[in-house]
């Protein structure tokens, strides 16, 4: 529930718990729901077993598909949840645990939720938490400055969900919703939070879907590819390649992984050289890859005790241009008739150059409706959004409007506190 440790720093398992053998034997055949229960049971303790099935039932009502596209090359989709992203994955499951631990709480109150976004983060934390009891969520995000799409998917949803829709930049939204955390008469009233995209409650389902993409992989190849699977991962903070890390950790039988990252190449520099150095990001078309200081950074060192030469061993880094992105996309079209979004286009690069022969499979982090504005123009074809988007786009937003000033937000929060 805290997120951040109260010494600043991010939270990690002390050891990392195996599966038992004869799990990790019989994997192939495991339904998503068996994987994800299996490996939560080693971490969470204290939600009992039919709660537990329901949260991650609900939390991954989504298919997951494996695909081979070219000899050994798989892609994982992990974008048919609500906002057509991976990041479903994370903000569900820790939506619905923080939902469970407030309803254990007794005389608790509600959970208030206060994040601020550019369009990305509040629409996936926005749809993970809609329609949960004990939990009201508030998303800041700047007037006219977010996309259609991403506007609708934060502030069509009404019940617990309040969009509220600043006069400003993401700055002035940042600092509203930090000041807000911080707020002492807020604090004393009212149980507040940010959804944090750090959480422990993020990284662990992510590392489902390792184990789930081996399963899948097993019954495709007819267990040709016992061994040597590696995982190719688009990556911008790090949480995912983390995930898989701790899938590995926990017994999972994975060779390796690549690290795909965009021009933003900070750790694919740090395994060539040794240092790390972060950066300014720079824009690129894979933006949410953005990120020139990851913050998971730290986790992935402290799994390897700070010794670069451990990583490598585990670990490749490729950076992938735009050039080579919109080469790739093209390609693979062409090909295959498969259309993926940047993202996944960084992966595929990577996979690749790489040179390795084992079987690969690519974490597909993205729909390529979601950045058709990029992928239109490299195929010279128009994408038609799914049914359950276009749905969105014909209802009306009801958000609220205000100036950018703590107290009108504070009376946002209480007023519907009070209802
Ligand atoms: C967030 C995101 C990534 C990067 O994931 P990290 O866990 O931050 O490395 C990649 N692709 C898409 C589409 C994303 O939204």
């Known amino acids: 529930m805290s997120g951040l440790a109260s010494d600043g720093g991010l939270f990690l398992p002390e050891s990392f718990p195996r599966l038992p053998k004869a799990f990790l034997l019989n994997l192939k055949g495991k339904s998503f729901e ?17 709660d537990l099935k329901k949260i991650i039932r609900e939390s991954f009502n989504f298919d997951i598909p494996l695909k081979n596209i070219s000899e050994d090359l798989y892609v994982l ?5 609500p906002t057509l992203a991976f990041k479903d994955f994370g903000a569900r499951f820790m939506a619905r645990l923080m939902n469970y631990y407030m309803k254990k709480n007794p005389g608790g ?18 749809r993970g938490f809609y329609g949960l009891s004990n939990v009201n969520v508030f998303v800041l995000y ?33 600092r509203l919703a930090k000041q807000a955390l911080n707020d002492p008469e807020l604090k004393s009233r009212i149980v507040v939070s940010s959804a944090n995209s750090i959480n ?31 995982f190719c991962v688009p990556s911008g903070n790090f949480g995912n390649l983390t995930a898989g890390l701790m899938a590995k950790r926990m017994g999972l039988n994975v060779s390796g992984f690549i690290a795909a990252t965009n021009f933003n190449d900070v750790v694919p520099r740090y395994l060539q050289s040794g240092k790390f150095v972060s950066r300014v990001s720079r824009q690129t078309i894979s933006n949410a890859m953005d990120v020139g ?5 730290a986790r992935m060192t402290e799994m390897f005790h700070d010794n ?39 992966g595929i690069s990577a996979s690749v150059k790489c040179g390795l022969k084992n079987p690969i499979i690519v974490l597909s982090t993205a729909h ?20 359950a988007l276009r749905a969105i786009m014909n209802k009306t937003k009801k958000s609220v409007l205000m100036k950018d000033n703590p107290e009108e937000l504070k009376k946002i929060i209480l007023k519907v506190n009070r209802s």
């Open 34 to 50: 068996e994987i994800a229960l299996a490996v939560s049971r080693k971490y969470i303790r204290d939600i009992p077993e039919k």
């Open 77 to 81: 989709e992990l974008f048919h949840g």
């Open 109 to 126: 109150g509600k959970l208030n939720i206060i994040v601020a976004t550019s369009g990305d983060t509040g629409s996936a934390v926005a």
């Open 142 to 174: 700047p007037s006219k400055r977010v996309t259609d799409l991403q506007e609708k998917q934060m502030a069509t949803l009404g019940g617990n969900i309040t969009a509220i829709e600043v006069r400003g930049s993401f700055d002035d939204c940042q």
């Open 200 to 230: 422990f409650g993020r990284l662990l389902p992510q590392s489902f879907y390792y184990f789930h993409g081996v399963s899948q992989l097993l019954k495709l190849t007819d267990d040709k590819a016992m061994s040597g699977v590696v």
């Open 293 to 297: 200081n990851p913050s998971n950074f």
């Open 308 to 346: 670069v030469k451990q990583m490598r061993k585990e670990i490749l880094g490729f950076m992938v241009s735009d050039e080579e992105t919109r080469k790739t996309i093209r390609n693979v079209y062409r090909e295959t008739n498969y259309l993926i979004d940047p993202h996944t286009a960084v």
């Open 368 to 387: 390529p409706a979601k950045f058709r504005d990029a992928v239109e123009p490299v195929i010279g074809k128009k994408i038609s959004l799914p049914p």
